[in-house]
């Protein structure tokens, strides 16, 4: 197999370059692989992410050739045989060094979340009782491996730099996977207008598109979400059943013994 | 002389060291005690290796066959651990698993379902029952996100990409700290705690064709070396039948055993299921003899006994290298995994789906429609750290292990599954002992001299002019590893692998590393390799002193089981003299009812069970 050039970013938040590196590329091989055979061979003190190598930690998230991707899970027969890959860590946060950068604003937007609170009288004594069908729906969020890719595609984070703003798509897929988790009876949706953003999103649907666990983010998670909101806050006959009869409204699975 | 009073003292009642599932599940227990509680780890949060497992936790729920009951999964453990387990804590792990699980439903993981609306189960190796809670084929990925979720709510103190380099001890002998290095900036920093818990998983990164990651290079069991401990069991290192082997570049990637649980066949080049012929006579009354009957057992037949393909690990391991040795392996030097014949498309992506992914990405096959090729890879340590059962606090006074990195519960063999609630269990008892501990204890002095050292034995590496290149060692020893320390040992490969050991560990003297000090993987290379390098020739020589074949530990040149040797453990410490200490140590003798529990027969166990159900 031939030798293949790689342009790779060296440096930090303030000072840096791409750097081109060429290697022998192998039968089989992804980005990462590359990665660490210019490491192990030119670059031993190249900075770069990365765990498990079977795209189930979200460690390795990189942006090659301007694609937010997991580079443990993308092949290099994805590129043309001449083409030239281009390597840059993730531009949403800030650069620690080379491929890795400083995640470290998503930890503590997890942190303002309400944690689960499940209904005590669903408990038995054989543990909770909850359906597979009621159960597909957060499934589907939770095999977020929390690899941040669509937190970097997303604009409002990416181009508009509004993390004050907006918890962005991970964390609220993550809302999404408690207020829709059929025996939790915490209220999340006044903090999903004021404080998470809610209304920020307007639907680009890019999370979607880069999710390597393919997650419907948008159409699953963050779009039911809004709707929530809004019928909470600008739907007059909700308000006025709310008036009525209280605020929670979670209808709970039956119980079979 | 290094300025000590320059680098920043972080205190805490306890601290844990690795933020897997062992060591959340004892943070979350040591702070819901009261204690300031602190884990470091090397990786971000949530990336620990516990996110790569995949089939389940087995608990005897009995939630999917009402038979199971505590009893019967201690037995199954002794039984797959060849009766080398710790008892008691073999005993703990059955009681204690159902509640734990079931706890972690309660904090928001959420498993796949029964018709019922309970908690699932599926089959594996060696499980007599249905009893793997799961989620489809990311069960660590759910048990991590678990923790980590309802940890950050405990007030406990996260610190992420934080290398531990070695354990400080006060005048007592007692731990008292343990100093560490920040990756991001290469700063160093000193974390005084009244008790440590060693959460640090395995050291598999020694072999080349490994399921682990860069961050198994058994830190936790050199840092408890270096500072007295005992270890016990390094012999035993779990070669995990079904990785991947092609294409190279994710050679050892692991497969989960789940394929195998939901009926998945093993075929050799000639198409023959060849694991009717590996049947060990132990196993000979609980398994299936004809091909008919295990496909009886797959659609569900209570009557119907196990396929051969869900022997426990060892015997499945050893089988298919037994298989590619004669000539019967797969195209790349393995043994076909065939899921396809099995189950539905549909059914294969539901049950299955990290599976049909990585095989889609990864190897460009769709598991729906071909088989699969798969061989053994380094998965497991049995081995570990030496630990009281009931306390999990090691030979030096205040530092305790639990986990991977602590040995006893899973003997000479670990049954699938049982990792994921070894965790759960142990990972509580050994926060709930360590705050404990702390809680009569004050703070005390460290030796300053001894910080100075051991940051300068890592400075070290980056200051001097030049030297071994950290990688091509790393490599070198990957390679004497899995060539003369791998599946199946001799005494003639074991010493040449020992004395090339020696080769390395000279080389290491001299290792450089490159660059600067800020997030520099070539120095964090070399630093672990310190761990990997002692963790390796306590592998390869108490390998050499087991003289039979056992479980995961196989000897050419001893077939088979002594009997004499089910009486001793090989616990390993470091000498006076700094050089590595190997002795037998004689067993004791172990509770009467619990021998009677795993001695009895299948048929007994479940009428005593049945009995004790229907009195109750």
């Known amino acids: ?257 | 002389m290094l300025d000590i009073s320059e680098i920043k003292v972080i205190e805490h009642d306890v601290l844990i060291v690795g933020a897997g599932g062992a060591g959340l599940s004892a943070a979350i227990e040591a702070s819901a005690q009261g204690m300031s509680t602190g884990i470091v780890m090397k990786s971000l949060l949530g990336k620990a290796h516990t996110v790569m497992a995949e089939g389940g936790m087995a608990a005897a729920l009995a939630n999917v066959d009402e038979r199971d009951h505590w009893k019967i999964h201690f037995r199954d453990t002794m039984r797959g651990g060849k009766f080398l387990n710790n008892w008691r804590m073999a005993e703990l792990h059955a009681k204690m698993a159902p509640d734990r699980v079931r706890l972690l439903e309660e904090w928001g993981a959420v498993f796949d379902r029964t018709k019922n609306g309970l908690i699932n189960q599926r089959n594996f190796g060696g499980h007599r029952y249905p009893r793997l809670a799961h989620v489809g084929d990311r069960t660590g990925l759910e048990m991590i996100r678990t923790l980590q979720d309802h940890g950050v709510h405990q007030g406990i103190q996260a610190y992420m990409e934080c290398t531990a380099l070695d354990l400080l001890k006060n005048e007592q002998g007692d731990v008292c700290g343990i100093v560490c290095m920040w990756r991001e900036t290469g700063a160093f920093t000193i974390f005084k705690a009244k008790s440590i818990i060693f959460a640090t998983g395995g050291g598999g990164k020694a072999w080349e064709v490994t399921s682990n990651s860069w961050e198994y290079t058994g830190d936790g069991y050199a840092l408890a070396y270096e500072a007295g401990a005992e270890l016990m069991d390094l012999e035993f290192n779990q070669f995990h039948p079904t990785g991947m082997v092609w294409p190279l570049s994710v050679k050892g990637t692991l497969v989960t055993e789940s394929v195998r649980g939901e009926g998945g066949l093993l075929l050799n080049n000639k198409g023959e299921r060849f694991m009717f012929n590996y049947i060990p006579d132990r196993f000979k009354s609980e398994t299936a003899e004809t091909e008919e009957e295990a496909a009886r057992w797959l659609a569900g037949d209570p009557n119907a006994k196990r396929p051969p393909e869900l022997l426990t690990r060892d015997v499945v391991a050893r089988a298919i290298n037994d298989e590619v040795k004669a000539g019967r392996g797969s195209e790349h030097g393995g043994a076909y995994l065939n899921i396809a014949t099995q189950r539905t498309a549909e059914d294969i992506k539901k049950k299955l789906p990290s599976m049909y992914h990585q095989f889609k990405v990864l190897a460009e096959l769709d598991i729906t429609k071909e088989p699969m090729e798969v061989g053994p890879t380094c998965h497991y340590f049995m081995g570990g750290i030496k630990v009281d059962a009931n306390t999990t606090m090691t030979s030096v006074p205040g530092l305790f292990a639990c986990g991977e990195c602590a040995a006893g519960l899973h003997g000479a063999n670990r049954l699938g599954g049982n990792s994921l609630s070894d965790l759960l269990v142990f990972g509580f008892l050994s926060g709930n002992n360590a705050a404990e501990y702390a809680k009569n204890k004050e703070h005390s002095d460290f030796d300053k001299e001894h910080v100075s050292k051991i940051i300068r034995n890592a400075t070290d590496i980056l200051n001097r002019e030049k030297g071994a290149n950290p990688y091509l060692l790393h490599e070198d020893l990957e390679n004497n590893m899995q060539k003369n320390v791998g599946i199946i040992r001799s005494k003639e490969e074991l010493e040449v692998g020992i004395s090339e050991l020696e080769k390395i560990k000279s080389s290491y003297k001299n290792v450089k590393a490159k660059g600067a000090s800020q997030f520099n993987p070539g120095w964090h290379e070399a630093l672990s390799l310190r761990n990997l390098l002692i963790v390796s020739e306590a592998v390869a020589k108490a390998a050499l002193l087991r003289e039979e074949s056992r479980g995961a530990h196989t000897r050419a040149d001893f077939p088979g089981e002594q009997k004499d040797w089910l009486n001793y453990n090989i616990v390993t410490s470091k000498g006076q003299d700094g050089k590595m200490k190997l002795s037998k140590v004689a067993r004791p003798e172990p509770d009467a009812e619990l021998k009677r529990i795993a001695r009895s027969s299948i048929e007994d166990l479940e009428k005593e069970v049945a009995r004790e159900r229907t009195q109750s």
């Not at chain 1, 580079?71 to 840059?88: A, H, K, L, P, V």
């Not at chain 1, 999370?207 to 997650?215: D, G, K, N």
């Open chain 1, 1 to 257: 197999m031939a030798k293949r050039t790689f342009n790779i970013y060296r440096g930090d938040q303030n000072h840096g370059d791409l750097v081109s590196f060429e290697t022998e590329v192998k039968e089989g091989m992804v980005v990462l692989d590359v990665i660490h055979k210019i490491q192990a061979e030119s670059a031993n003190d190249m900075a770069v992410r990365w765990n498990c190598k079977a795209g189930k930690c979200g460690s390795c998230s990189v942006e090659i050739n301007g694609k937010p991707k997991l580079s443990c899970m993308t092949r290099m027969n994805e590129y043309g045989e001449d083409e030239i890959i281009t390597i840059t860590p993730l531009k949403t946060f800030p650069i620690i060094k080379d491929l890795v950068t400083d995640v470290s604003w998503n930890y503590t937007q997890n942190e303002r979340i309400k944690p689960i609170k499940l209904a005590p009288e669903a408990k038995t004594d054989k543990g909770y009782v909850m359906y597979q069908k009621d159960v597909d729906r957060v499934q589907e969020f939770r095999k977020c491996i929390e690899c941040y890719l669509c937190q970097d595609v997303c604009h409002i984070l990416r181009d508009h730099d509004k993390k004050d703003e907006f918890i962005g798509p991970r964390f609220m897929i993550r809302v999404a996977s408690l207020e829709m988790h059929p025996l939790d009876i915490e209220d999340r949706i006044p903090e999903l207008k004021e404080d998470y953003g809610s209304g920020m999103c307007n639907i680009t649907r890019c999370c979607t598109a880069v999710c390597p666990e393919h997650i419907n983010l948008t159409d699953n998670g963050i779009i039911p979400l809004k709707e929530r909101v809004v019928d909470r806050y600008y739907d007059p006959l909700t308000i006025l059943w709310r008036k009525m009869f209280g605020n929670k409204k979670k209808k709970l699975p039956p119980i079979k013994k």
